[in-house]
């Protein structure tokens, strides 16, 4: 039990880690360029959509039954079997029901707290200023915090030794120093160890197939009639032998 909570707390953790450095880095701090300088909000045609998904999903969770029994028919189709003993089942133990309560308190909550925010807002004003300025008179892009700043003490000091960023330093030794140079490279321990490699070798492997590929859309057709060829032949031999 303990385990699992500790799993969760880390599981946790570092998906707000993972949040805030996207948060400072997009959002917080100077423009870094022209077209960050002049972001605005899209338009409501496209706002719009996004809002009916989101208004789909949130009803999703409030009310699962009756979204478990819309995709019954659609799943009997597809996959050849029902939803009708599952769904007893969780009907049996009000499953559902709990489920769909949990998420209208957890909606409420959050409803709330947004309509809070929007009458603070609306009461209190709103004053635009650099996220960053540090008390400097003229902040630029390239005085202001980083997405290393933001995760440097969890992944610098709390992390294993495999985990941590690799650092390259050549510091300068002459009497009259030349410019040194600092490298850090952020790359995941799985994508060093494990991913990189195997797609590497992969990659490596199958480019031998590359005659297969040519880029002809003529050729990507014949591929397809071929297939489908081959598969209508294959039904009619398959009943000719279920007939013998």
Known sequence: MLLGVGVLALVGALALLCFVRLVGIVL????????????????????????VLAGLCILAAIFPGVL???????????????LAPFEAALEASSA?????????????????MALVFVLARRRGGVVADATWSCG????????QYTGQSFSEMM?????????????????????????GKLTTTYMDTLTRVMYQPLFNWLAGHFSRLRWLQQG????????????????????VVRQWLSYE
Not at 28 to 51: F, K, N, V, Y
Not at 155 to 179: D, I, M, Q, Y
Not at 216 to 235: G, P
Request: overall charge positive.
């Open 28 to 51: 917080l701090g100077e423009p870094r360029s022209d077209a960050a300088l002049h972001a605005h909000e899209s338009s409501r045609w496209m706002t719009a959509p996004l809002a």
């Open 136 to 143: 400097y008179l003229a902040p630029a892009a390239t005085m």
């Open 216 to 235: 002809k859309i003529q050729v990507y057709m014949m591929y397809f009639v071929v297939v489908l060829l081959l598969a209508f032949a294959w039904q």
């Open 155 to 179: 992944v610098s000091r709390l992390f294993l030794r495999s985990f941590r960023p690799k650092t390259h330093v050549v510091s300068p030794r002459e009497v009259f120093p030349v410019a």
């Open 96 to 112: 559902l029901a709990v489920l769909g309560g949990v998420n209208v308190v957890i909606w409420g909550m959050l409803g709330l």
């Open 68 to 82: 478990v029994k819309a995709f019954e028919g659609v799943i009997g189709e597809v996959f050849g079997f029902s």
